[in-house]
């Protein structure tokens, strides 16, 4: 018998995890699934999540897409962003992207041995490194821009300009509430 439990709660499991991966066509069953296994769950909460994940699961594929169309991984994608307002300070770039200053010095490298950067000795300091972005590097990143903001474009033609503001305002909302959220 406590076989036939285990059997049982195994395949609810992998019935569960199967219903959370495929949170989009068919969220609602999902919801109508997810709340009568678990009475806590607000079906309004659940449906939201799951959308809000699905969407941002597709918006991120086709970032990783365009990345791999232009030749760039997404910290060297970070580092030409942080670049169009000028030179940074190879410390600096790495301080603000959150990342170790080896770290940085590898995504440098490549970035560098493409034609995307060039380092520069800092005037002020023998042992720094100034990063400028190259018209290559330039050139690159506005195209993964164009090519990334067309795919864009592109998920989101079903809606029409009055949905797109309105589900701007939405978002806005919620971003908003998470500020003011005590929970960690």
């Known amino acids: 018998m406590l076989r036939d439990m285990n059997a049982e709660a195994t395949g609810r499991n992998r019935s569960a995890a199967r219903s959370l991966e495929t949170c989009g066509d068919d969220t609602d069953e999902h919801v109508r699934w997810a709340t009568h296994a678990w009475s806590e769950i607000d079906p309004d909460v659940e449906g939201i999540v799951c959308r809000v994940e699905r969407a941002q699961r597709h918006l991120e594929r086709a970032a990783v897409d365009t990345r791999d169309q232009v030749g760039l991984a997404q910290g060297e994608l970070k580092i030409l962003l942080r670049l169009t307002r000028g030179a940074r300070g190879q410390g600096d770039l790495a301080k603000s992207l959150l990342v170790s200053t080896g770290t940085m010095t590898n995504q440098l490298d490549k970035l560098e041995a493409a034609g995307l950067v060039v380092r520069l000795a800092d005037p002020t300091d023998r042992r720094g ?30 809606l029409s300009a009055s949905d797109k503001q309105q589900l701007n305002r939405l978002l806005r909302k919620l971003l908003a509430s998470f500020t003011n959220d005590s929970v960690p």
């Open 129 to 158: 490194k100034f990063v400028e972005m190259t018209p290559k590097g330039r050139e690159t990143l506005d195209n993964y821009v164009n090519v990334q903001a067309k795919r864009e474009r592109q998920l989101l033609d079903r």
